[in-house]
């Protein structure tokens, strides 16, 4: 299979463009313009940005606490998202969910969560919904290596399998939950066979490598979409830095770190793009410019909206008084 | 009027919102073929179909985030966790997830689902079966709480916990299951946050819910043999609660005694005590008295169980002692 030209000048847009906010998001926090639990994607852009983009723009994409790469790839303004991060009024959650818990309902983005697992079977209750409103729409519940050992992955995977429904299981696995490496917290380490257990097929995948990503998903978001049953995908990745902001990473040697960063995702797909002839250097620099841009511009525009009005503590969290 | 028996008020009021809306369905343990542990589902596969009243493996977490995923994108699930104490299984997902929802995304979510459990204790089932911990639900801001006393009551609140866009839990005693009341035939439909006046009374204001609502008719009436009329309270709901009523009928009797089946330490009944000193403190005769569990695990053997769990005599007693 081929990836058109323009597809892959799309993916590498979202990457660089995940990179450069996540960037940005740390230097705002650095700054103290974001509080609490921060967890960056740099280093795993290929995953989100590779698997989201075989969806159709009407599936639904639930995720963890480290979603705002999955946001990005929902096309989720960078300003309402800057701006959730900002605690402002102006972000996407009104500042009320902060760096774990981006929604967008407009754009199917069923949310992030910040309890490991706990978005699995909520990602299988809309993979029913789905299924009961006779809608071939799928369900992308993406999870981290450490969630496979929680007891809701596999409740999630079981149910899923024994309603046949249209989830696709990515596993972005980078090796660390937290500090602990998965060799030392999972028994078995394969963890796209952990699939086989409830009879779902499980695959693996370069998770550094955007077009294999992308390649993949397209073929098992097909499958389940067309009645196949729900998938499970390993993407094995990296993230560069620590858990979250106040993570440092000492847990990881340098040459383990440095290994990595030799399979970046983006200036692996730039090199492949320039080979191919779809892009040159300066549109590179074009693309990279563009990025900042956008970054800055959210910054801007985040530091410039208000803060929610106290009266907004109580709104939002009843629908109505149920008659009363 | 007709009498139908408590958990035939529950499969009535299913069945009446099942066939007005095509987006309810019921999900749970033994819910279809076996009809419910309590017989309360009994009769819905047959009219709706295994779609529509789904059996699920045991496996409380999932089934909460099933229905959490399935309410948030167009369906309104009414999940069984068949009793509550299965119910501290999925904690994670009511609580963490189910009550916060829709707050933490800024409003832009409903979750229109009703969790019915069966709760309390009685009949000797041990420490682990015989639970009462509506006051742990009732702590958290998001989720909506119903335990109804009677027939009557329960299917016009089970009704209009289906209808609310907010998340429902609605607490069955399980030894109510078999109690009769008059339902009539057409359809009704009870406010949340109404209080219920059971027996109207001059000299004390008994409050209490679920089965102690029946304690308590039993305690006013051994009262009013003493000269003492006992005003007994069912606020039907918890959350939210009518302290209106409540404090209207204190402020007329002046005295008050909370009587609930959960323990006593932190309980609702501390709760509602609280706010009626806070609002009535130089109006009161006599000290707010609470009337509630041991503090211990329900124990099996039948003289203890009597001793830990409250009763219409505690009750009595606890009037006695701020009226004469």
């Known amino acids: 299979m081929t990836i058109a030209a323009a597809d892959q000048l799309t993916m590498y847009r979202k990457m660089v463009l995940i990179r450069r906010f996540e960037e940005g998001v740390a230097e705002a926090y650095a700054d103290g313009f974001i509080g609490g639990f921060t967890h960056l994607y740099i280093g795993q852009e290929a995953v989100a940005t590779g698997a989201i983009s075989a969806l159709n723009h009407d599936d639904y994409v639930i995720g963890t606490y480290r979603v705002h790469a999955h946001a990005l790839c929902r096309d989720t303004p960078p300003r309402a998202l800057m701006a959730e991060l900002y605690g402002r009024s102006t972000g996407i959650c009104k500042g009320k969910g902060g760096s774990m818990h981006f929604f967008d309902a407009s754009r199917y983005m069923l949310g992030g969560y910040g309890i490991v697992g706990g978005n699995l079977p ?5 993979a029913l919904s789905m299924h009961m409103q006779q809608q071939d729409r799928v369900v992308m519940n993406f999870f981290g ?6 007891g809701v992955f596999h409740e999630a995977l ?27 917290s999972s028994a078995f380490n394969e963890i796209h066979k952990k699939a086989q257990g409830y009879g779902i097929p499980g695959h693996v995948v370069n998770g550094m490598d955007v077009l294999a990503v992308r390649e993949k998903c397209e073929e098992l978001v097909k499958f389940s979409r067309q009645g196949g049953g729900p998938v499970l995908l390993e993407a094995r990745c990296y993230r560069y830095q620590g858990h979250s902001m106040t993570d440092a990473g000492k847990y990881r040697s340098v040459a383990e770190a440095e290994l990595w960063r030799k399979r970046d995702p983006i200036p692996r797909l730039a090199k492949s793009m320039l080979e191919q002839g779809i892009v040159d250097r300066a549109k590179l620099d074009e693309i990279q410019a563009e990025a900042n841009a956008t970054v800055e511009d959210a910054m801007r525009y985040a530091e410039a909206s208000p803060r929610p009005a106290p009266g907004a503590l109580y709104e939002d969290l009843y629908v109505e008084n149920c008659g009363a | 009027m007709p009498e139908l028996r408590y958990f035939e008020a529950v499969q009535r009021a299913l069945a009446e919102e099942m066939a007005r809306d095509e987006r309810v369905f019921i999900l749970g ?15 819905l596969m047959a009219e709706f179909g295994a779609r529509r009243v789904r059996d699920t493996p045991i496996a409380e977490a999932a089934i909460i985030g099933v229905a959490i995923g399935a309410a948030m994108t167009g369906l309104r699930p009414v999940a069984e966790l068949m009793t509550l104490n299965f119910g501290i299984v999925a904690m994670d997902q009511i609580i963490n997830h189910a009550s916060k929802a829709r707050y933490m995304f800024g409003g832009q979510v409903n979750l229109p689902m009703v969790i019915r459990a069966a709760a309390g204790g009685g009949t000797q089932k041990g420490a682990q079966h015989s639970h009462s911990i509506e006051s742990w639900f009732v702590n958290a801001p998001g989720l909506r709480v119903a335990l109804p006393s009677t027939p009557y009551d329960l299917k016009g609140l089970l ?15 399980e030894m109510l299951y078999n109690s009769k009341g008059e339902v009539p035939d057409e359809e009704y439909l009870l406010p949340f946050g109404v209080a219920d006046v059971k027996r109207p009374g001059r000299d004390v204001t008994i409050v209490a819910w679920s089965k102690m609502v029946h304690e308590a008719l039993k305690a006013a009436e051994a009262l009013a043999h003493e000269g003492i009329e006992a005003e007994v309270i ?13 404090l209207a009928s204190v402020l007329r009797t002046r005295r008050a005694v909370i009587a609930e089946e959960g323990w006593r330490k932190v309980g609702v ?3 509602i005590s609280s706010q009626i000193q806070e609002a009535l403190f130089y109006e009161l005769e006599a000290p707010v008295q609470r009337v509630a569990a041991a503090d211990v695990p329900t124990p099996y053997a039948s003289n203890l169980e009597k001793l830990a769990l409250p009763d219409a005599q505690r009750i009595v007693d606890a009037v006695l002692k701020i009226t004469l």
């Open chain 1, 145 to 150: 290596d450490g969630a496979s050992n929680q």
């Open chain 2, 159 to 173: 009704k209009t916990a289906i209808r609310c866009e907010d998340p429902v839990l609605f607490i069955e005693h």
């Open chain 1, 158 to 184: 079981n149910m899923a399998k024994l309603w046949n429904l249209g989830v696709i299981f990515v596993c972005e696995n980078n090796f660390y939950g937290i500090g602990t490496d998965v060799r030392t």
């Open chain 2, 29 to 43: 343990e033994d819910v279809g073929l076996v009809g419910g542990t309590f017989r309360a589902t009994e009769g």
């Open chain 2, 269 to 271: 009944g501390a709760e």
């Open chain 2, 234 to 246: 069912d606020p039907r709901t918890l959350n939210p609660l009518d302290m209106d009523t409540i």
């Open chain 1, 122 to 126: 909520i990602g299988v209750g809309a």
